[in-house]
């Protein structure tokens, strides 16, 4: 009889994580207190970037969030509350903004990025989802914006990842759905994007073929543990035990408190970010669009058009805040020449889990014996989602992992 894995967590991160275990014999079930699916896998920026695979934290980036703060649309906002948890986590987050840190975690989670960029080049071959790898253009608004292209392309290229400064003239010729507003681009090569929910629920529907069991609407109360090691989860909604030899905590923005009730810390904030779905209409773009000065990204989906943005501290949160919402809708519009209508429109916001290095977890989880954990991807859960997932089966089956994981152990904090 084949080992049971229990992957708490829908999302990209836990599909990921089940489809690689069953890749490698285990039984799986998967169970998610909504829909597989519907978290930030639903509504995130899709793109698949090791060129953006960098931590948050970073020189300046406390003085840069200090002045947004004082903006309710800017891209960045604490919303303000009293909670000794998010101190905690500032704190840390700022010990972390220097250039060393900084440097030694682009490195690894660059790594990680085009580890799963082959993944993805493998999976898009044998599972239907949409998938392009057509580059990545970042676009600057201002003369003084654009004067970035050229450290922004070095920085690039010493990590591998070849990108081109464009004039005014080039960026527009390479998309010309831009607006003459541009002053310049950045093209990076190598990146791609795709539709986040269409590639989970293709995992997703892999895994059932197989035999695995996708538990729905179903909130984990708790792992269940003995003589330190798992036994199952405790599912809800109807109240049953699920027995299990591994237990992987998934589950994004909501780990935390599974893990707390096992007397394990993880100190992660969620982070929220929206984003404005739309039927991509004539003239649409046809590549990605990053707007470094408003952290704004527009993504072509096949029929569809994503704006999407922000990064807003406030807690297990999910209300839309319409001010945040629609700064990113305008700044996603005022980069495109045409004057278009939002039809079908689908607003939307989700939690990005945050760790105060701004790397993931992926490690298991020490004193408990069968327990793995996966979360704190921030904005590249999506494009780290395949390695991740390969990492948690080497992990449950005691292989060498196919990259480092030092970077990314439970005891670092």
């Known amino acids: 009889m084949s080992q049971r894995a229990v992957v708490v967590g829908g999302g990209a991160i836990g599909i990921a ?17 909504g829909e597989i699916g519907r978290g930030c896998s639903y509504g995130n920026a899709c793109l698949i970037v090791p060129s ?45 903004c220097n250039a060393e840190a900084y440097e030694r975690g682009s490195r ?5 990025s085009r580890a799963s960029l082959d993944l993805f080049e493998e999976l898009s071959r044998s599972h239907d989802f949409f998938y392009q790898r057509k580059g990545l253009l970042h676009v600057y608004l201002t003369d003084k914006g654009a004067e970035a292209a050229v450290p922004e392309r070095d920085q690039l290229a010493a990590h591998g990842l070849p990108a081109r400064v464009l004039s005014q003239k080039e960026t527009l010729e390479l998309e010309p759905a831009l607006s003459d507003r541009i002053r310049g681009g950045l093209f990076i090569e190598g990146d791609a994007h795709g539709f986040s929910y269409g590639y989970v629920r293709a995992l997703a529907d ?22 330190g090691a798992v036994k199952g989860v405790l599912a809800d909604s109807p109240r049953e035990e699920i027995a299990a030899d591994l237990v992987v905590l998934a589950a994004g923005s909501w780990t935390p408190s599974l893990a707390k009730s096992l007397d394990l810390r993880i100190p992660l904030q969620p982070a929220k970010g929206y984003s404005s779905t739309i039927d991509a209409y004539p003239g649409c773009p046809a590549v990605p669009i990053l707007i470094p000065e408003t952290r704004v990204i527009v993504t072509p989906l096949a029929e569809r058009l994503r704006f999407g943005g922000t990064l807003e501290l406030a807690g297990l949160d999910l209300s839309l805040d319409e001010a945040r919402y629609q700064a990113v809708v305008r700044a996603g519009r005022e980069v495109l020449r045409e004057s278009f209508e939002m039809k079908n429109e689908e607003a939307w916001c989700g939690l990005r889990p945050f760790l105060p290095d701004g790397l993931p977890i992926i490690d298991k989880a020490p004193g408990i014996e069968g327990l793995i954990v996966a979360t704190g991807h921030a904005m590249l859960g999506f494009t780290q989602s395949p390695i991740t997932g390969k990492l948690v089966a080497e992990l449950a089956d005691g292989k060498a992992p196919s990259v480092p994981v030092d970077a990314y152990r439970f005891d670092r904090f």
């Open 17 to 33: 994580s089940a489809f690689y275990l069953s890749q490698s014999g285990w039984q799986v079930t998967v169970i998610d207190s």
């Open 52 to 96: 953006h695979s960098h931590p948050l934290p970073a020189p300046g980036v406390m003085g840069e969030g200090l002045r947004f703060m004082l903006k309710k649309d800017s891209p960045f906002y604490i919303k303000p509350r009293f909670a000794p948890d998010l101190m905690v986590w500032a704190w840390n987050f700022w010990r972390h």
């Open 206 to 227: 892999a895994l059932e073929t197989r035999g695995a069991t996708l538990l729905t609407e179903r909130p984990v109360k708790g792992v269940l543990v003995e003589r």
């Open 108 to 112: 690894a989670m660059a790594e990680l």
